[in-house]
């Protein structure tokens, strides 16, 4: 027998948990404004921080950032000033660090609980660029760039520091995880984001620059090389950061490969590369051979012998590499150094996929990162794909077209494109062989933000993996993901042409303005 | 254990029925509209103008109806822009461009190409029960002749096109600010310069950075737009509501009713409500990154857009725009500044009412007041600027007159 349900013990109780969940607020404050004047008081209406400011905004958990004027200070939800009104705040990233200033030239950082994290001394305070890719695009001399509009956007691990109003170079290098300096500011024209405990330097003396590393933790530094130029015109990189316990450095005939105390431990090398997802340095010399070597500057076990090797874009959890033997042929290495696929190949890609191309007797085929033979050698070319275990690959047929391969079951479709991108979540983008263009070109012209007008041969339509058509309209193949999520809101289902229509008018609105005096013409309306 | 079960979830339901919520505020009809920027391309920023106009959003009090032309340019003063009166060359463009068919095209959203038609916006933003509303659509009840009309009334009748006329105010004297903006750039936005570097290149050159900063600030300090707004209201009556469902309305491809709609697009019209004038007053730049203007130009605009909005509400009552009320105690709702609430404001509380047939009706019970302490600042960029109340998240009334508010219940300013 069910025991009933007392409602008054089930109000009494629930009338308990509604005063413990609403206590989780009882140290909630709220604004209370007096003309101009902003303070915050209990849920009882007693003052808590005095209505004697500008303007108060949250700061963390139950901290507040009070304002009178330019200057701003911090408190607490007691009304207790945890750090006085007189300094000059910006936001807190989301990180939960702010720099802050007690007025010109004295800058520092704080965080969301209001400690400081370096103190407000220094005249400026430089983050490192957070793009990698800048770090070797542009040529040595000219490092980082850090301007930007917003504050504090890398991690800031480390930071720059100069105090010299005038001279925004001979930084110094701070930890900001404990506000220790590690190179003190005046001793180098210019530093870089330390790498493995490592940071290059550069120093310029009239028309000579000399570079070399300082180690971070030990302050000890030494010089590596030096050039007769000033160091913005430095044209060609010098020395590569440490990665592990090498780096590699230029003198200007080849690269050579030194540790942590500057000996040098290999030499003679054409090129040199460094893959970080495999931790591994690639080194060719002017005789052919190839030197595959770890972070410690030791030959990497069962790649040696070699004379070339791809590294892929993005390891994935695959540990293959593609290297070319003394024969000419190619075939896939472990990153253990066991062979995975025969050295048979004329030629292989490999690309962020699990599924990689081979070329046979001119032909091309497919296989997977264990070595498997998906599909034998036997297309004028394929296009790699790009997601992991693809169902659909492209090929090339004998006209040149390019067509759908079901790679599970070698099925190929008729239908034949002039031009195919990879599959991605089930959408293609395709050129038809013969495509009309009408006002669709003007509309999928302008959604790449230009008004100078797109070639056509970078116009098609989207389908699925079966072929049927779910874009209809002549769009580029950049706006695919966006078209993908109509189609999601859509259930699946594709868009018609009106649909389409207005997609592109939505996404080119940008761009279009039209003279008041005429008539729009009706192709530019969505209704 | 199953009763066990039960008596938790009762507690549960309980105790979040005790703890105040907060009504759904997006559940009420609005009305809708579509904005319309004329560019002046022989002016100096007005590109600014133009990108900072897309970037503004509907307000949130309406439904967005905008079509796919959003900006049209002029490349010399508008012709009677300073008049009250209709405006020639702006009816001439909406009327040469059939905007008023485009509009009734978006309320069904009608395929161009085809001609198929639905009910989905209609019945969402009038918040109709969809089902029963297919159903007396296919019966053909009194009943559903009547959601028609209602739908009408309340939603398709009340939609609107602003038409905005954007002029920078060019500042034919200007007062070199360059000390001063430096000083406030270095003491105000002290902190903008921490963690802010140059390149090598710029090392020898901080100085003639600092000038072209100050000429920045300068610009920034003193942005200033007259906005001129012609408000004009879809023309939605029985006679054309009949010949567009009789002849025109099709719910699958239809050619001859494709064709139909075509030649009675001419038909349609917009009249005019009228026009305000923005005040072309100062914005604070306190707030805006001085490293990118272009903000502040956007807060300009949208400013004196909603300031623009708020006119035309208090001169027609047709663009009023109602609000749900969030809380009874104390009586809140999301609304403030931006929308013109004032120590002076007073609003009607409206009851909705629905009738048998199905139709929606709003009855006043009351009238309110804000706490003239306690009006939120939502203006756009409010909190940046650090400005009193812009963190309240709503405004605190009084009732004046009549019964006690209730969530749910909609204010109109009076």
């Known amino acids: ?527 | 254990m199953t009763g066990t079960i039960k008596t938790v979830i009762i507690l549960l339901l309980l105790s979040a029925a005790l703890c105040s919520t907060a009504q759904d505020e997006n559940r009420y009809r609005r009305s809708s509209i579509y904005s319309i920027l004329i560019n002046h391309s022989e002016q100096n920023f007005s590109e600014d103008i133009r990108k900072a106009f897309l970037k503004i959003p509907v307000p949130d009090k309406y439904n967005d109806h905008n079509l796919s032309v959003k900006v049209v340019t002029l490349g010399k003063k508008l012709s009677g822009a300073s008049s009250d009166k209709e405006n020639e060359q702006i009816t001439a463009f909406l009327d040469s461009n059939q905007i008023a068919s485009r509009l009734v095209g978006r309320w069904f959203n009608r395929d161009i190409y085809t001609g198929e038609c639905n009910m989905d916006l209609v019945k969402e933003r009038g918040m109709y029960d969809a089902t029963e509303f297919d159903k007396e659509m296919a019966a053909r009840s009194t009943r559903g002749i009547a959601l028609l009309e209602d739908a009408g009334e309340d939603l398709i009748g009340n939609t609107f096109v602003l038409v905005n006329d954007i002029r920078y105010v060019d500042k034919s004297k200007t007062t070199m600010w360059v000390g001063i903006g430096l000083a406030i750039l270095s003491a105000g936005a002290g902190a903008a310069m921490v963690a802010n570097g140059a390149s090598l290149s710029q090392v020898n050159s901080f100085n003639q950075s600092a000038q072209n900063l100050a000429t920045t600030i300068q610009n920034i300090k003193g942005f200033k737009v007259k906005i001129n707004t012609f408000l004009y209201r879809l023309v939605w009556d029985k006679e054309v509501a009949s010949a567009f469902y009789e002849n025109q309305y099709s719910n699958a491809p239809d050619e001859a009713k494709r064709l139909a709609f075509e030649a009675a697009r001419a038909g349609y019209r917009l009249e005019y409500v009228g026009k305000v004038e923005s005040r072309a007053s100062e914005t604070s730049y306190v707030g805006v990154n001085l490293y990118d203007p272009q903000a502040m130009v956007r807060k300009v605009c949208q400013r004196a857009l909603d300031e623009n909005i708020v006119d035309l509400q208090t001169e027609f009552e047709a663009f009023r725009t109602r609000t749900p009320i969030l809380t009874s105690e104390p009586i809140t709702a999301s609304i403030g500044l931006k929308e013109g609430v004032s120590k002076k404001s007073k609003f009607e509380v409206l009851e909705r009412v629905e009738k048998e047939d199905g139709t929606i009706s709003y009855k006043r019970v009351g009238v309110i007041a804000p706490d003239p302490d306690l009006i939120w600042d939502n203006r756009y960029m409010a909190v940046e600027e650090g400005a009193p109340n812009s963190l309240l998240g709503k405004t605190t009334f009084h009732k004046v007159s009549g019964s006690a508010p209730m969530p749910g219940m909609l204010i109109r300013e009076m």
């Open chain 1, 1 to 527: 027998m069910k025991t009933p349900i007392h409602i008054g013990k089930l109000l009494l109780i629930s009338l308990l948990m509604s005063v413990v969940m609403q206590s989780a607020y009882a140290e909630r404050l709220y604004y209370r404004t007096k003309g101009n004047k902003v303070g915050m008081v209990d849920a009882r209406g007693n003052v808590v921080i005095p209505i004697a400011y500008n303007s108060i905004e949250p700061w963390g958990e139950n901290l507040y950032k009070v304002q009178k004027g330019f200057k701003s200070g911090i408190c607490n939800n007691k009304g207790q000033i945890v750090i006085p009104v007189k300094y000059y705040f910006h936001r807190l990233n989301d990180k939960g660090l702010a720099a802050i200033a007690l007025g010109v030239n004295k800058n520092g950082l704080i965080d969301a609980e209001a400690h400081f994290i370096l103190p407000c001394e220094y005249k400026y305070l430089y983050e490192f660029d957070g793009d990698a890719s800048k770090l070797a695009a542009f040529g040595e001399g000219s490092y980082n760039s850090f301007e930007r509009e917003e504050l504090l956007i890398t991690d800031c691990r480390y930071m720059c520091f100069s105090n010299s109003i005038n001279n925004l170079t001979k930084c110094g290098l701070l930890d900001v995880t404990n506000g220790k300096v590690l190179i003190p500011a005046g001793q180098y024209n210019c530093i870089l984001k330390p790498v493995s405990g490592m940071s290059r330097y550069y120093n310029t003396k009239r028309s000579n620059t000399t570079y070399g590393y300082v180690n971070i933790e030990t302050g000890e530094s030494f010089e590596v090389g030096s050039i007769d130029s000033k160091l913005d015109n430095i044209k060609y990189m010098t020395h590569s950061d440490f990665h592990g316990n090498v780096a590699a450095v230029n003198n200007g005939n080849a690269w050579h490969i030194i540790n942590r105390s500057g000996e040098t431990i290999r030499n003679n090398y054409n090129d040199i590369r460094f893959n970080p997802p495999a931790h591994i340095w690639v080194g060719h010399r002017g005789d052919g051979t190839l030197d595959v070597f770890d972070e410690d500057g030791r030959d990497k076990a069962g790649f040696q012998g070699y004379t070339d090797i791809v590294f892929p874009d993005d390891m994935g959890d695959r540990k293959v590499f593609p290297l070319k033997n003394t024969e000419g042929k190619w075939g896939l290495l472990s990153l253990e150094g066991t062979a995975i696929a025969p050295f048979l190949y004329q030629e292989v890609r490999i690309g962020c996929s699990n599924v990689i191309a081979v070329r046979k007797d001119g032909l091309w085929g497919f296989m997977n990162s264990q070595g498997k033979q998906l599909v034998k050698c036997k297309y004028a070319d394929v296009e790699m794909p790009v997601e992991q275990d693809p169902a659909y690959v492209w090929y090339k047929d004998a006209h040149g077209f390019w067509c759908q391969l079901n790679l599970n079951t070698g099925k190929e479709s008729p239908t034949e494109y002039a031009n195919a991108e990879p599959f991605r979540d089930g959408l293609a983008w395709v050129r038809p062989r013969e495509m009309t263009f009408g006002g669709g070109v003007l509309d999928a012209a302008l959604t790449t933000n230009s008004t100078d007008s797109i070639s056509e041969s970078k116009l098609g339509i989207i389908i699925n993996e079966q072929g049927e058509v779910m874009f209809p309209e002549a769009v580029t193949s950049e706006l695919l993901p966006k078209i993908k999520s109509l189609i999601v809101k859509k259930g699946g289902g594709a868009l018609n042409r009106a649909e389409a229509h207005r997609f592109l008018l939505q996404q080119s609105a940008e761009n279009r303005m039209y003279p008041m005096n005429t008539k729009i013409d009706d192709n530019d309306w969505d209704y």
